[in-house]
Nanobody
Framework: QVQLVESGGGAVQAGGSLGLSCKISGYISGRYCMGWFRQGPGKEREGVAAINSDGETRYADSVQGRFTISKDNAENTLYLQMNSLRPEDTAMYYC????????????????WGQGTQVTVSS
């Protein structure tokens, strides 16, 4: 049974930084993709960043150059470092995982955390 637990959210002023962590328990065999997603007030859930089992990363255009996704295999932890935060980054942030390749369709992600709130004030 794979479980994901996020931490590290909070409130910050625009221009500030926050780091999110996602602790993974259980084992995802073979190739996999892990990602960060977010859902702002009144918005659909969207992909933010993803990293596959080879360490290849991809980012949404809106966060490219500001956010960095990484993983520590020894610690079974996924990270998201967020810099130069903007009010529009305010959202509930979720980590998720799927078997095989990274894929943009979020419905294909099988494992989800409970989310952590990020609030950016202007």
């Amino acid at each position: 049974q794979v479980q994901l637990v996020e931490s590290g959210g909070g409130a910050v002023q625009a221009g500030g930084s926050l780091g999110l962590s996602c602790k993974i328990s259980g084992y995802i065999s073979g190739r996999y993709c892990m990602g960060w997603f977010r859902q702002g007030p009144g918005k659909e859930r969207e992909g933010v960043a993803a990293i596959n089992s080879d360490g290849e990363t991809r980012y949404a255009d809106s966060v490219q150059g500001r956010f960095t996704i990484s993983k520590d295999n020894a610690e079974n932890t996924l990270y998201l470092q967020m810099n130069s935060l903007r009010p529009e980054d305010t959202a509930m942030y979720y980590c998720a995982a799927r078997h095989s390749h990274c894929y943009s369709d979020i419905t294909t992600y099988k494992y989800w955390g409970q989310g952590t709130q990020v609030t950016v004030s202007s």
